[in-house]
């Protein structure tokens, strides 16, 4: 049931466009997106759900694709504090629980 | 505010000690959970309370009891540690329970995280 996230590390320089997939097999109430930096806390960046649209968060949007249970983060003109590790955190419907996934590293060099 | 925060952020145990990690929120959030997060991984989900006076178990429940004191304090108790619960331990919270989160609305914020280690 854990959701399947892709590229698991992309390296960018600054300026480039990014988007990293989250994939379910089952079916999803929502779908939320965090940026932990090492060390730290996940950051909460935004949620989607179902029969929602796009979202978007500064240069970080976001869309979800009910019928394929699937999710992507765009990051555009990647910044280097957008550096970390992001992961999707799914709400498989009915459950009432969230069940991450295993995350996607992303580096922005100078 | 402060948001959420945990104490302890460091944590040595012996195999068989009992701990009881805390967990505070002033969000006035009705929900709150504890996470693992083992080195390289993702966020699993151990117990979760959707409001005060409910709890629920998530992903991975063994070796673990929680309480929700009031709506502000959420503890997670290892009664008997074991090597396999080294990890780091979060606390988040959140307004809304799951299957009731809006458009619109944010969803969990996160402590800064204990980390445990079971000899």
């Known amino acids: 049931q854990q959701p399947v996230q892709s590229p698991q590390a992309v390296i960018l320089r600054e300026g480039e466009d990014a988007v990293i997939n989250c994939s379910s097999s089952?079916?999803?109430?929502?779908v939320h997106w965090y940026r932990q930096k090492h060390g730290e806390a996940p950051v909460f960046l935004m949620i989607?759900?179902?029969?929602?649209e796009q979202k978007g968060h500064e240069k970080i949007s976001a869309s979800f694709n009910e019928k394929k249970q699937q999710s992507s983060l765009y990051l555009t003109a990647s910044q280097l504090s957008y550096s970390g590790t992001y992961f999707c955190?799914?709400?498989?419907?009915?459950?009432?629980?969230?069940?991450f996934g295993t995350g996607t590293r992303l580096k922005v060099l100078a | 505010n402060a948001g959420v925060t945990q104490t302890p952020k460091f944590q040595v145990l012996k195999t068989g000690q009992s701990m009881t990690l805390q967990c505070a929120q002033d969000?006035?959030?009705?929900?709150m959970y504890w996470y693992r997060q083992d080195p390289g991984m993702g966020l699993r989900l151990i117990y979760y309370?959707?409001?005060?006076?409910?709890?629920d178990k998530g992903e991975v429940p063994n070796g673990y009891n929680v309480s929700r004191l009031n709506k502000r304090e959420f503890s997670l108790r290892l009664e008997s540690a074991a090597p396999s619960q080294t990890s780091v331990y979060f606390c988040?919270?959140?307004?809304?329970?799951?299957?009731?989160?809006?458009?619109?609305?944010?969803?969990?914020?996160f402590g800064p995280g204990t980390r445990l280690t079971v000899l």
């Open positions: 988040a919270s959140s307004e809304f329970a799951p299957g009731q989160a809006e458009v619109g609305t944010d969803t969990q914020y």
């Open positions: 089952k079916a999803l109430y929502s």
């Open positions: 989607l759900l179902k029969g929602g």
């Open positions: 955190g799914t709400e498989i419907s009915g459950t009432y629980k969230y069940i």
């Open positions: 969000m006035n959030h009705n929900s």
């Open positions: 309370s959707a409001s005060e006076g409910t709890t």
